[in-house]
C-alpha cells in the first residue's frame, strides 16, 4: 500500500499527470474518439482537458474541447501511425532521451528517500501560522564567503556601524546609501534561512552570519508588526496549506543534507588549468587527459572525468543552466553538480528504482513528449519555403536579424578587494590601466593584450551590460563584484547593432518563418495522416459530458 502511494505521489511531483480526476468506472469505458481504430478514453481527455483550462485560466467551451481532442488525435498519429525512424535516430534526441531517462529515476529517488522522510509537526506549522501574519524590518550586510561574514560581524561587535559598514560591501547605490535596510517583509519574500534568522531576532538584535543561497549575510531586525487578531478557527482553515508550505521549505535543506551524507567527504579534485581552458576556449582537448578525479558517481571508485565528457554534459545543459556559467567559480560547482548527479543515478541503480513501474510509467510519457518535440521540428524542417518567401519574412522583421551592441573594454580582473582598490587609486593618479592589467589581471588571456577583450556583444556581459555601455569612453569603472572577483574597467569603443545581410542570416530567416508556420503545417501534415489512419470522434459525448461531473474540486493526492 505503502509503495502504491509513493508512486502516484511521484508522479506528481515530476509533472507527468498535473491534476487528480474523480471518475467512475461507466466514464472510463467511454470512447471519445479512434485513431486508426485505437480509442481514446473519455478519462484521458478530461485529464488533459482539465489541466488546459485550469492552467490557463478560461471556461470550459466547445471550441476548446475540439482543439484540445484535435491535439490529442495529432499526437496519437504522429507517435503511433507515422514512421519516426529518423527521430529515434536523431544523436540530440537520443543525448535528450538518456538526460530525461536519468532525470525521472533521479527524481522518484529524491521522492522517495528525501522528501517522503520530511514532516511537518504542530509547533512548526503555528509557527508558519504566526510569521505569516507578521512583517518585519531588517537590513542586513552582505558577504561572500563565511570569512567575510564574521569579519563584518566582528566590526560590528566592536562599534563600526551598518551605514558605514553598507558602503564598503554592496555595489547597489540604494543599499549603499540606507545602510542595507530591506524595508518590511512578509513570510515567504526572503529566502528561507534568512527568514528563519530574522524572525528568530528581538528587536535590535543582530545575528551572527547567516548563510543564504546566495552567500552570507549579517541580519539586523528594525521592526516587527504583528496581527493584532489571530484565531484558532483561522489557523485550521489554514492549517493543510501551511502543511505543505512548511515541507515545500524543508526541501532544499533536507536535499543537502542527503547529499552530504551520500557524498561523504569524498573529494573532487580540479584542475584548475584545464578548468581555465574550458570556461575560456570550450573546445575539446583529447580525451586522454583528465579534469576530474573523483570517487563517485555510476563510474567506479577513483574514476576520472575526462575535458571531452565533461565538455559534452556541459553542452548538453539546458540553455538557463548554461548561462549561469559566468564564472570559473560558478564552472566548479556546475561540474561538482554533474558528479553528484552520478552518485544519485548510482544509488538508485543499487536500489533498483530503473525498474519501479512509476519510474517506467513516467518515462514512457517523457519519452513521447520528447518524441513529438523532435518529430515537430522534423515536420517544420522539411517544410518547403520559397527564395521569395524568406526574403519578405527578412525585411519584415529586420529587427531580428541584426547584430548586437558590442563593447570593447580594458579590464583588471583581481580576487582581492583591497588590491582592486589599490589599483584604482593608482589608475587615478596616472598609472597606465594596460601596465597594470598586465602585472596584476586574473584572467591571463586578456592581461597578455593590456586588458582588451576586443568587440564582443554587450549581453555577454550580463547584468553589466547597461553600465558599461552608459558609461563615457574611457572613464574608470568599478571595482565591481563578479562572482567572488572584483573588476575595473574602462570602455574603449562602442559599436552599435546594424542589420546583417541577408545572405548571411539566411538559415536563420528560415528557422524563424518555420517557426512561425509551425502550427499550420503541422495541422497539414496530420490532416494527410488522418485520411490514411482513419479517424472518427464522438460529437455528441465531447459536447454533451458536464466536466464538474469528473472533476474534482480539491486533489486528494496534492495535499
Not at 5 to 14: E, G, T, W, Y
Not at 65 to 86: T, V
Not at 203 to 231: F, N
Not at 464 to 488: D, N
Request: proline residues 3%; charged residues 25%.
Amino acid at each position: 500500500m505503502m509503495n502504491t502511494q509513493k508512486s502516484n505521489r511521484f508522479l506528481l511531483i515530476v509533472g507527468i499527470i498535473a491534476c487528480c480526476m474523480v471518475t467512475n468506472a461507466s466514464a472510463q469505458e467511454q470512447e471519445i474518439a479512434w485513431v486508426n481504430g485505437k480509442a481514446v478514453s473519455l478519462d484521458a481527455f478530461v485529464q488533459r482537458y482539465a489541466d488546459f483550462i485550469a492552467s490557463n485560466g478560461i471556461k470550459d467551451n466547445p471550441m476548446t474541447r475540439k482543439a484540445i481532442l484535435r491535439n490529442m488525435i495529432n499526437e496519437e498519429l504522429l507517435l503511433r501511425f507515422d514512421d519516426n525512424g529518423s527521430v529515434e535516430q536523431n544523436p540530440a534526441y537520443l543525448d535528450a532521451l538518456e538526460l530525461a531517462k536519468k532525470r525521472v529515476i533521479t527524481a522518484y529517488l529524491k521522492d522517495r528517500e528525501i522528501y517522503a522522510n520530511i514532516t511537518a509537526s504542530e509547533a512548526e506549522v503555528r509557527q508558519a501560522f504566526a510569521r505569516a501574519n507578521e512583517k518585519l524590518a531588517a537590513r542586513h550586510l552582505y558577504a561572500r564567503t563565511e570569512e567575510e561574514a564574521l569579519a563584518l560581524y566582528e566590526r560590528i561587535q566592536r562599534g563600526e556601524t551598518f551605514e558605514f559598514l553598507a558602503k564598503e560591501v554592496f555595489t547597489d547605490s540604494t543599499l549603499q546609501a540606507n545602510g542595507g535596510y530591506l524595508g518590511y517583509f512578509s513570510w515567504g519574500d526572503m529566502d528561507p534561512a534568512f527568514e528563519d534568522a530574522a524572525y528568530s531576532l528581538r528587536i535590535g538584535e543582530i545575528s551572527r552570519p547567516v548563510q543564504t543561497a546566495h552567500g552570507y549575510s549579517v541580519i539586523k531586525l528594525e521592526d516587527r508588526l504583528s496581527h493584532p487578531l489571530l484565531t484558532e478557527s483561522e489557523f485550521l482553515r489554514k492549517k493543510s496549506h501551511l502543511e505543505r508550505v512548511v515541507k515545500i521549505r524543508k526541501k532544499q535543506p533536507a536535499e543537502r543534507e542527503y547529499l552530504k551524507k551520500l557524498y561523504d567527504g569524498q573529494p573532487v579534485t580540479l584542475d584548475d588549468a584545464q578548468l581555465s581552458s574550458l570556461f575560456e576556449a570550450l573546445h575539446a582537448l583529447p580525451s586522454s587527459q583528465s579534469l576530474i578525479y573523483s570517487p563517485v558517481g555510476q563510474k567506479s571508485a577513483g574514476a576520472e572525468y575526462t575535458y571531452d565528457e565533461l565538455f559534452r554534459r556541459l553542452s548538453n545543459l539546458p540553455d538557463f543552466q548554461k548561462e549561469r556559467i559566468t564564472s570559473i567559480e560558478r564552472l566548479k560547482a556546475a561540474i561538482k553538480g554533474l558528479v553528484m548527479q552520478d552518485r544519485l543515478l548510482d544509488r538508485s541503480y543499487q536500489m533498483g528504482y530503473d525498474t519501479v513501474p512509476a519510474v517506467q510509467g513516467a518515462f514512457a510519457k517523457t519519452k513521447d513528449a520528447l518524441l513529438l518535440k523532435y518529430k515537430l521540428q522534423e515536420i517544420t524542417e522539411n517544410s518547403p519555403l520559397s527564395d521569395e518567401d524568406l526574403a519578405k519574412y527578412y525585411h519584415t522583421n529586420i529587427h531580428l536579424f541584426s547584430s548586437e551592441d558590442e563593447l570593447n573594454l580594458q579590464e583588471i580582473i583581481v580576487a582581492d578587494k583591497a588590491l582592486a582598490d589599490e589599483l584604482k587609486r593608482a589608475i587615478e593618479v596616472g598609472t597606465d590601466f594596460g601596465m597594470l592589467a598586465e602585472q596584476h589581471s586574473a584572467r591571463r588571456w586578456s592581461a597578455v593584450n593590456r586588458g582588451i577583450i576586443g568587440l564582443a556583444p554587450a549581453s555577454k556581459f550580463g547584468q553589466l551590460k547597461g553600465l558599461l555601455w552608459q558609461s563615457p569612453m574611457e572613464k574608470l569603472v568599478g571595482p565591481i563584484p563578479i562572482e567572488g572577483y572584483y573588476g575595473l574597467f574602462k570602455v574603449l569603443e562602442k559599436k552599435r547593432s546594424e542589420p546583417l545581410a541577408f545572405e548571411l542570416v539566411r538559415g536563420r530567416v528560415k528557422q524563424a518563418l518555420q517557426a512561425e508556420r509551425q502550427r499550420v503545417t503541422v495541422q497539414q501534415y496530420t490532416d494527410k495522416l488522418a485520411q490514411t489512419a482513419g479517424v472518427a470522434i464522438n460529437e455528441q459525448l465531447l459536447t454533451g459530458f458536464r466536466l464538474s461531473d469528473y472533476v474534482s474540486h480539491e486533489s486528494k493526492a496534492s495535499q
